[in-house]
Every structure is written in C-alpha cells, then in structure tokens.
C-alpha cells in the first residue's frame, strides 16, 4: 500500500482517505488516545477523533479512515505509516539517497562514501525469499538495530547496531538488558551500557548525528523514514566490517524494509533484513536501544551543562517553554543546533517568539 507525496512545490494534503482493517482500527484509536486527540460519538462511525485542527473519522463501512485538516502529510508520515501501516506510505520520491558525506559518530568521526540508490534486487532480505533465516531464534547469530532520539525535540538522533551468538544472547538476558524504554532512570541506562561494551567479543555500533547535520540530512530526505533507513543501513555496514559473516540483521518495524535494502552498499547487499514490532524483545537490539539511548542522554547532558539550561527530553509543554526561554535568550539560531527543526514544537517555539521568518528563511 503507498501514497503519493504532493508534488514539490503544491501546498500539503488536507484529506486523505486510507482503508484499514478492524484490527488496525482499534490500533489506531489506541494511539490517538495515547497522543491526546478528544473523541465523539458519529453515526456510521467506529469512532471521530480530533486534536488541534486534524481529525480523523473511522468509517465502519470498509472499513476505512479519512484524515483531515491541518497536518494530514505530518500524520501520516510520522503516525500512520511507521506505527501502523508499516509501509512507506509518502513513497512518490525517488528512493534513491542523494551522494552525501559522513555523519558524525559517537566517539570518532566516521566518514561515509557517496552514494546512489541501489537495486534491492540482490539482497538476501527480499520477501519471499525461500531460504530466508527463522528471525523468531534471539540466539542465532545476527545483528540488532534501534534509534533513540527521533521522538525528542532536543538532541541528535542516534541509531545503533550489535551483534549477537548464542553466548553473548545469553550472558545479556542474565545481565537484565532489555528495551530501553523499560528502563526508568539514566543511571541504569548508563550502566547497562556498560555492561554491553565490557562483553567479550562484543561487537557494537553507534552513529550519532547532531542536531546541526539532522537538519541538513531532513532537508535532504525530506522524509524521516528514509533517513532512518539510511542510518541504519550505514550501522549495519560498520557492523559488517567488524563481521562480514552475520547473516541477518532485525531492527524494529518504522518502514518497509525496501528503504533499508536501498540504501546499502555493495557489502550489505547480501544480509538478510527483517523488520517487525517490538523487535526490541530480541537481545541484540534491546542493546542496540541501550547503546543509542546511552549516547542520547550523554548528549544532552554535555549541552546541558554548555547552555546552563537542562534539555528536557521529548516534546511535552516543558519542553517548549524551555525551548522559548533559549531562543529568548540566545536568538532564533540556537535552535538549529540543539534542536529537530521540522518538529511542530519548534514552529510553535519560533510563533511564541516572533521567530517565524527565521524558520521561513531557513526553509523549513
């Protein structure tokens, strides 16, 4: 199932219709629930959500939804797609990655050749494949992938990669890691880490990209699931320098894993790729979410301590009001450096400021 992306240079959707199934009906009312829309009883209607000036009407007659107002384009590609659909659902573009330099890691800098879309036909992930690898075995040898940071207005996003056999699987379950997201202060984030570098024969992977080069990046993509499947494919192509034999590689569901195949190079063409939710249960890449939510935290805390002001994490109400106090105190351009510029909560920022030329100049 795909979408197309309005055409450069035409205003964004304002409606947009997409059938579902009843299991991804309910699905869906979860989330909105969980992301605040206010809802109403309809005729015909499983149910009628509303947040801010967006609404989305769940017709029992397909079934099927209709998405309309302001921020349709937003929702689908930030919401829909990779929390439900799990298809590229804006796939009118190209998805070939432009040639571009090297992001910055955490630790060395790492630089990335230039590059072209490249054909999935050869990767040894294609569906349908039918010699493909039993994903569902957390103990086989393969490798994990997760990000952290792509929720959070403040911050670098970091994606991260590790490698798992049947021992290392096993001394990481004993060792308690799991999700980072089940995890509840920074302190045992930043422990667990440590626990995963110290591993023998531990074999990890982190790229961490600043805010500053995640602006330039999006602008670039123009779509947050290409660039996180381009981080991804660059993390697995480290990993596969470190172990060129590892067959597979999991991460968890935010797009089709055509993205992924596209944008490796020649040395990840041949791995296996799989994708589905919650992947964060396997060993591997509930490390993997340690390593980059242990980078994330630390960055934070480092500018922190530079802007004398706490970054919070996030996208809540604390979080712009400290972001309106920055841009205050500092000027608009601050937020080009410590901040996700295509988040809404940085326009409201700019609005609450007087700042929106500055985003306008920008191009945002």
């Known amino acids: 199932m795909t979408f197309d992306m309005p055409p450069a240079g035409q205003p964004p959707r304002t409606i947009h219709t997409c059938p579902l199934s009843l299991e991804q009906v309910q699905k869906l009312r979860d989330i909105l629930v969980s992301r605040g829309f206010e809802f109403q009883p309809r005729p015909y209607m499983h149910f009628f959500a509303q947040r801010d000036k967006l609404s989305i009407a769940a017709y029992e007659k397909g079934p099927k939804i209709v998405v309309q107002g302001k921020g349709v384009d937003d929702f689908i590609e930030f919401t829909l797609e990779p929390e439900l659909l799990g298809a590229p659902a804006l796939a009118g573009a190209a998805l070939g990655v432009a040639a571009m330099g090297g992001a910055a890691m955490g630790g060395a800098a790492m630089g990335v050749a230039a590059m072209g879309g490249a054909s999935a036909g050869g990767n040894a992930g294609t569906a349908g494949s039918s010699d493909r690898l039993d994903q ?3 103990f086989s040898p393969h490798f994990g992938v997760d990000e952290s940071g792509k929720e959070d207005l403040f911050g670098p996003l970091v994606i991260a990669g590790a490698y798992v056999d ?3 699987a096993r001394a990481w379950q004993a060792a308690g890691i799991q999700d980072s997201k089940k995890i509840g202060t920074d302190a045992k984030i930043r422990q667990l880490s440590r626990v995963i570098l ?3 024969g531990v074999v990890q992977s982190v790229l961490l990209i600043g805010p500053e080069r995640y602006n330039e990046l999006y602008k ?6 290409k660039l996180l499947a381009w981080g991804h494919a660059r993390v697995i192509e480290n990993l596969l320098e470190i172990k060129p034999d590892c067959p597979r590689a999991l ?4 797009a089709n894993p055509s993205l992924i195949e596209r944008a490796l190079m020649e040395k990840g063409r041949g791995i296996q790729l799989d994708q589905r939710t919650k992947a964060e249960s396997d060993p591997a890449v509930a490390a993997a979410s340690i390593l980059a939510r242990a980078k994330f935290i630390d960055w934070l805390a480092r500018e922190s301590e530079t802007l004398g002001m706490v970054l919070p994490k996030g996208c809540s109400a604390q979080v712009k009001e400290l ?5 205050q105190r500092d000027g608009p351009q601050v ?6 510029t295509h988040f809404k909560t940085a326009s409201e920022i700019l609005s609450a400021t007087s700042c929106t030329q500055f985003l306008i100049a920008k191009g945002e």
Do not use: R
């Not at 972001?323 to 841009?327: D, P």
């Not at 937020?335 to 996700?340: D, I, Q, R």
């Open 136 to 138: 569902s075995d957390p």
């Open 335 to 340: 937020l080009t450096k410590v901040a996700k």
């Open 251 to 254: 991460s968890d569901q935010f």
């Open 166 to 168: 049947p021992v290392i």
């Open 198 to 200: 110290q591993t023998p």
């Open 220 to 225: 670039k993509f123009g779509n947050l699931n």
């Open 323 to 327: 972001g309106i106090k920055l841009v």
